[in-house]
């Protein structure tokens, strides 16, 4: 199986200095809905203001309920929890 944070055909949603507000939010929803799966990117701009990208990533799965495929870096690959 090729490596998730390799592949092309995964939806990025990328997060800055805004964090994590609620058009954010809707749009990885939006996204988990059509595509079961979404790769976030936590920017450097966003990163100065957090102190663990695990919880953060924790946080926002919880949100979108979503679980958490795999966390590299600032980078979390989220899979819908909801059945098609």
Known sequence: MADMFQRRDI?????GKKGL???VINEIKNVLKK??????????SFRENICDRKEVAELLAKKVEAKIIGIRG???ILKSMRKA
Request: net charge positive; proline share 0%; no cysteine.
């Open 74 to 76: 600032y980078n979390v």
């Open 21 to 23: 507000y609620d058009s």
């Open 11 to 15: 939806v990025v949603v990328r997060i």
């Open 35 to 44: 595509h079961g799966i979404v790769k976030i990117k936590f920017l450097k």
